[in-house]
């Protein structure tokens, strides 16, 4: 039991970058273009994150953060633009089309640090310290789990996914959305334009893996090195784990934090170490690919998912 | 389908990928002339340099086939990387417990037909999954990718520890792809055996597309799964079999690589030309033969960036900004289809007036 106390704060810190980035996936999903770029994106945003904070850091101190989490999920979105224009403009492949945005923010990225820096690396001196929550971290059992050591990230993208549950499910802008998704023509004859709202759906998904990556570089990871480790990769997962839908998400990405931090601490708990490496590693991974197998059947993937949008054709 | 379409809009792609880096490049301050002279100089002027380049590129063929084989199926083969990583750890595997038992004219095909068998069992996870659940191929794969990545990195430090805890040991020279007389005729560059893998790979992979009855129902379904399954072909079976070829290739690709081009395994990487084989692939336009050219392009582009480096301080990293952004334009071909369309039309009026 005591295991799981000491691990919940990592596990909530590991998971939240997730949750931002697999947010973006939902949305543009949703809307209809796959977006498989979320890896990219996230590097991107850590990138101008880490870049923003390096300059303003010792004029502005802790403030710089903020204003670095703002940069990050900016350049993020503005990132993003290039895939929405291929898969949406141009009706290009999306998939290809996000591998390339993918590649392009790995190269690209650490091609500009080395010019701005010298090295491919930008470190930051400070980030986000974790916070007892007051008060809520004394509830017994809850306090400890969810309450304590949190970083102040942490409420923001819990807010973002209530906000978005909200504008998703609750508003007109949500139900455009996800008719883009499942029946782009339907939503064409209904006056809808399927183009901006795919847009719009694309850009919301880059700001949020931004964002995600900034998360990452002002939490736990405190340095850009041109990777974000396959986060990416699993934030896609996490959306199909989810079943697209936010609050599936949010148990998905924890799954995928717990599981993550569990391996990568098992090293300092001899409970823990018992259990050979390569399968705490791989358990994730294997819980994914078992748990397609079961949802393939009653999938709730966007119908038009991954498909240009053509308004000739009907 | 249309062939000088398709390598208008390749040489667009290409055209751009490198206006894109001379842009990245003056940015950083150099002199973009001076840095693609140095690239090209860098892949080309000399003899060693020229087997490197070739040595890069027998890795991205390898890869390019694997991906855009897959491609003609109409399954997205991302997992290329982590079927290299099962070829190159089962080719390292053999290299490693082979000490000269058995020489090295038995041993190289030995070693490539198991690394083919391991890519194409780890690749067919993802075929059977699609063909069997329909779970997509591209989520498939990057699971895959990563188990890969995980087992390389707990096997290989645990029975096959180097110098260093994050490598194997080195590849003896018996059981190396490196062969004496080829690397004494490219003053010892890095250029294999794999070279001939490489160019037989295109060779088979054409015939079976082109001249095949297996290639042939490949191909329909690609083209269409439900007119393929009411002409009475087996997409199933079909799917599953293009994912295993697929991996097979990945897995050559691999072994190609960690025994033949590097000197042991590392841990705790997915090999990029995994990746970059999507770009080769695309940029070849799926055609073997096209895979086979826009591979040496892109080897050259790899195996050039260190010297370009050297001289000019321009981050390495151009060369794979240069390749990425050629993707990007190549998955955008669109654009250049129309141009290409209206040209010829206009060309075609002016020839009638």
């Given amino acids: 039991m005591n295991i799981i106390f000491s691990i919940f704060p990592y596990a909530i810190a590991y998971t939240i970058p997730l949750l931002a980035a697999s947010l973006g996936g939902l949305y543009s999903e949703r809307s209809g273009v796959v977006n498989i770029g979320l890896e990219g994106l996230m590097v991107m945003g850590m990138f101008v994150s880490a870049l923003t904070i390096y300059f303003l850091q010792p004029t502005l101190g802790t403030g710089a953060l903020w204003l670095g989490l703002l940069a990050g999920t900016l350049g993020g979105a503005i990132f993003s633009i290039l895939h929405a224009v291929a898969s949406i403009t141009l009706k290009a492949n999306q998939v290809i089309s996000g591998t390339a945005i993918n590649m392009i923010a790995g190269a690209m990225t650490v091609f500009l640090a080395r010019n701005i820096r010298g090295s491919g690396n930008i470190s930051i001196t400070l980030g986000f310290i974790p916070h007892d929550v007051p008060f809520l971290s004394k509830i017994p059992l809850l306090g400890p789990l969810f309450f304590s050591r949190a970083y102040v990230t942490t409420w923001v993208v819990l807010a973002i996914l209530g906000l978005s549950w909200l504008l998703i499910y609750k508003t007109p802008f949500g139900l455009r959305l996800r008719a883009c998704g499942e029946h782009p023509q339907t939503a064409d004859a209904a006056g809808i334009n399927v183009y901006r709202i795919r847009y719009i759906a694309v850009i919301i998904s880059g700001a949020l893996a931004g964002l995600a990556g900034s998360v990452m570089l002002v939490t736990y990871s405190g340095e850009f090195n041109g990777s974000v480790a396959g986060l990416g990769f699993l934030a896609l997962a996490a959306l199909i784990f989810g079943q697209w839908k936010p609050l599936g998400i949010l148990g998905a990405t924890f799954f995928f934090g717990f599981a993550a931090t569990m391996a990568n601490v098992s090293q300092a708990v001899p409970e823990l170490a018992r259990i050979p490496g390569l399968i705490l590693k791989a358990f994730p991974y294997v819980v994914t690919l078992i748990a397609l197998i079961f949802f393939s059947r009653s999938s709730q993937a966007p119908r038009a998912s991954g498909e240009p949008f053509d308004k000739g054709k009907r | ?353």
């Fill in chain 2, 1 to 353: 389908m249309n062939r000088s379409r398709d390598i208008f809009t390749a040489l667009m792609a290409v055209f751009l990928g490198l206006v894109a880096g001379a842009i990245f490049m003056a940015l950083s301050g150099a002199n973009p002339f001076a840095g693609f002279y140095y690239m090209f100089r860098g892949g080309l002027m000399n003899i060693e340099r020229i087997g490197n380049t070739l040595a890069t590129a027998t890795t991205l063929v390898l890869t390019g086939l694997s991906v855009a084989f897959a491609f003609r199926t109409g399954l997205f083969n991302i997992g290329a990387a982590g079927q290299m990583l099962i070829g190159g750890l089962v080719a390292t595997m053999m290299a490693l417990s082979n000490n000269g038992a058995l020489p090295k004219f038995l041993f190289i095909p030995l070693v490539l037909i198991c690394a083919m068998l391991g890519g194409a069992l780890w690749a067919a996870i993802a075929g059977f999954l699609k063909a069997r659940f329909n779970v997509h191929e591209v989520v498939a794969t990057i699971m895959t990718n990563w188990l890969a990545f995980w087992i390389v990195y707990y096997v290989i430090p645990a029975y096959f520890k180097g110098k260093l805890e994050t490598e194997s040991a080195r590849i003896p020279f018996e059981s190396s792809m490196k062969l004496d007389w080829l690397t004494n005729l490219f003053n010892g560059s890095y250029i294999n055996f794999g070279v001939f893998v490489a160019l037989a790979a295109t060779a088979v992979i054409a015939v079976i597309l082109n001249k095949t009855v297996l290639g042939y129902e490949l191909k329909a379904v690609g083209f269409n799964r439900h007119a393929a399954e009411y002409a009475g072909i087996n997409v199933s079976r079909n799917v599953t079999l293009a994912m295993a070829i697929s991996g097979a290739l990945a897995g050559l690709a691999g072994a190609t690589y960690y025994i033949g081009y590097a000197v042991n395994m590392q841990i705790g990487i997915l090999p990029t030309a995994g990746f970059d084989g999507i770009a080769v692939a695309l940029l070849g336009a799926n055609s073997p033969w096209g895979v086979l050219a826009s591979a040496l392009f892109f080897g050259l582009l790899h195996s050039g960036k260190g010297f370009m480096n050297a001289m000019t301080k321009i981050p390495p990293q151009i060369g794979d900004t240069i390749i990425a952004t050629i993707i990007y334009f190549a998955a955008t071909s669109i654009l250049f289809v129309r141009l290409y369309d209206f040209l010829k039309k206009k060309l075609k009026k002016e020839v009638k007036a």
